[in-house]
């Protein structure tokens, strides 16, 4: 959008919301904002009590972050529906959009809104949990179960050239089901995959449907990071986002070939997956590099407890040893909320969000969203804008809030608008644009 557009359409916003700070500039605005967070004197977006009403922020900010607004007129339109249980989009060079549908199908949606018919070349989809044979090229089949299915996909960085993608899937194995993540190229038409190959398995198996994590994003120095989530069973599963002997609740790091990078943290070290980057997260749908190539995740808590943090190189995120929130029942998670050896979260959520989906903004389309952090929420049918000061959220904004749609993912696309997919049956893939 041109700078005149922009301006008229900053006054036309300010007109309709009528609000005092409606007609400062956007960056002034976003200022103005941080000025308040400085100062402790601003209205939380969050008004809501928490569930673990006990717990207490290790320091300002650290959760309830000051409410803050759009000044920009904001246009939602419904570029697509009819996707099934949509869980990843992923704009295209051309202006298209590469989708992943829950049940086990990629699709190809055209600038226009078109919906392709399904990718050849895919993973066969397993039923219901019986161990179904390998598919064609020997390739492991898809199981789409619970939280599982088809989930993420992700482009080569060098995709111009090569068009190689890259998806994570819950593959049914023997005697149950793991994250796996394989790559495959895209055929010029778009039609078909071929040159498929598993690069990433997570360990152990198990047997259920819950928490896979996983989020693919690449670093700028070409790395894959794969986020992973605990596979849920307090007893069993729970306690080995703590092990460096197994992948759950890790984010893990690996070449793209899938081969491990010799300057992981724990590479080469006895008693350890050389492939994890961190660990003592509960289960990441969230993850998005920023401009100074700093990966941030956003994962799910259990009853309060979502939580924001850049996961950094060997470093322990705390679950399910010192976290905020609480379990589902009410009973306490860890008596701690902090302990020696763990990360204190950027900034986190009770109530939750049920964050998947994220992206950073370094778009021409919202000059005021520049530098900020937007992440879909599930349950919460809303859309997150954090906007960030010095590695800290300094305001809060939920856009979205009026359509009733669980949000799955929210990437940028080459216009600067911001397009998001929906959590349902009948699934849509929202554009969200300045309005004219
Ligand atoms: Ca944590």
Redesign the pocket.
């Known amino acids: 959008m041109k700078r005149t557009q922009f301006v008229i359409a900053l006054a036309a916003s300010a007109i309709l919301a009528g609000t005092a700070c409606g007609q400062r500039p956007a960056a002034e605005q976003t200022s103005a904002a941080d000025q308040k967070t400085a100062a402790g004197q601003c209205t939380p977006l969050e008004t809501r009590a928490p569930n673990a009403a006990e717990q207490k922020p290790a320091f300002a900010g650290q959760t309830r972050a000051c409410g803050v607004k759009t000044t920009a007129a904001i246009e939602v339109s419904v570029l697509a529906k009819g996707l099934d249980r949509p869980w990843a989009v992923e704009p295209l060079p051309d202006g298209s959009f590469l989708v992943t549908e829950k049940p086990g199908r990629m699709r190809i949606v055209s600038a226009a809104g078109k919906v392709g018919e399904p990718i050849e070349g895919l993973t066969p989809v397993a039923q219901g949990g019986v161990t179904a044979e390998s598919g064609q090229g020997g390739l492991p089949p898809i199981t789409a179960r619970g939280q599982g299915g088809l989930l993420d996909v992700a482009l080569s960085p060098t995709f111009a050239k090569d068009r190689t993608v890259f998806w994570s899937f819950s593959e049914q194995r023997e005697g149950g089901s793991g994250t796996t993540v394989a790559r495959g190229v895209l055929s010029a038409d778009g039609r078909k995959l071929s040159d498929v190959r598993v690069i990433f398995r997570a360990m152990p198996t198990y047997n259920n449907g819950l928490h896979f994590g996983s989020r693919l994003a690449f670093a700028p120095d070409g790395k894959l990071f794969i986020t992973l989530g605990d596979r849920f069973d307090l007893r069993t599963m729970r306690p080995l986002a703590q092990s460096l002997e197994a992948h759950n609740g890790k984010v893990v790091r690996i070449n793209p070939d899938g081969t491990v990078p010799t300057d992981n943290p724990f590479a080469g070290k006895e008693g350890a997956l050389g492939d994890i980057w961190s660990i ?3 289960n990441i749908q969230s993850a998005v590099f920023d401009d100074q190539g700093r990966l941030w995740t956003v ?1 799910h808590g259990a009853r309060g ?1 979502d ?1 924001l ?1 850049m996961p950094e190189k060997g470093k322990n ?3 399910p040893v ?3 929130g609480e379990e589902y029942s009410g009973q306490p998670i860890s008596d701690l909320t902090a302990k020696e050896g ?4 950027v900034y ?1 959520w009770d109530p939750v969000i049920a964050p998947s989906g994220m992206e950073f903004y370094t778009g021409a389309a919202f000059p005021e969203w520049k530098g900020n952090i937007f992440v879909g929420g599930l349950a919460s049918q809303r859309l997150v804008r954090l906007v960030m000061k010095d590695g800290r959220v300094a305001g809060e904004e939920h856009l979205l809030t009026d359509r009733g749609s669980r949000i799955r993912d929210v990437r940028q696309g080459q216009d600067g608008f911001l397009y998001v997919v929906t959590d349902e049956s009948n699934g849509e893939l929202l554009r969200i644009s300045p309005k004219k």
């Open positions: 003592g997260h509960r994962e407890g939580e943090n995120y705390g679950w010192a976290t905020y763990t990360e204190q979260p986190y």
